[in-house]
Each structure stands twice: as C-alpha cells, then as structure tokens.
C-alpha cells in the first residue's frame, strides 16, 4: 500500500466511510484495552466526549496500521 493509500484510508476511517472494527475482523488483529471515557475522565478531568471519541479513533487506526507492519503512517 501507498504512503498515498494510507492516507486516504487514515481519512476515510475518520470520516466514517471505513468502520476500523471491521477491518480489525478482516485482518483477524486484536484491538487492546482501551480505557472508557469515565476512567480517563479521572485522570484528565477536562476531557471532553469529542476528544475522547476522536483519541479512541486515532489509537485504533494507530494500532491497526501498527500490527499490519506499517511503521510510517
């Protein structure tokens, strides 16, 4: 895959054209624990749902393109 390819797939997750739980099952990869919203709250008490939401995705993506070999994304 293209560094181009990347990108453009990197966007269409965030863009919820490409639903990253399902490339997870396509690519048989295992998502780790990933800490809710009210935990990280504890430590981070002016975190807001958005930036929660948009850190779960980026973490996903990073951790997919991660565990298919791709260390430049």
């Given amino acids: 895959m293209t560094e181009q ?12 054209k490409v639903n990253i739980d399902e ?3 396509k690519y048989n ?23 929660y939401e948009e850190d779960v ?3 996903k993506i990073t951790i997919l393109f991660w565990q298919m070999g791709w260390e430049e994304f």
């Fill in 57 to 59: 995705i980026n973490d």
């Fill in 5 to 16: 390819e990347k990108q453009q797939l990197k966007e269409d997750i965030k863009a919820g």
């Fill in 23 to 25: 490339l997870y099952e």
């Fill in 29 to 51: 990869m295992n998502l780790p624990y990933m800490f809710t919203y009210e935990e990280r709250k504890i430590k981070e008490p002016n975190l807001t749902i958005e930036e």
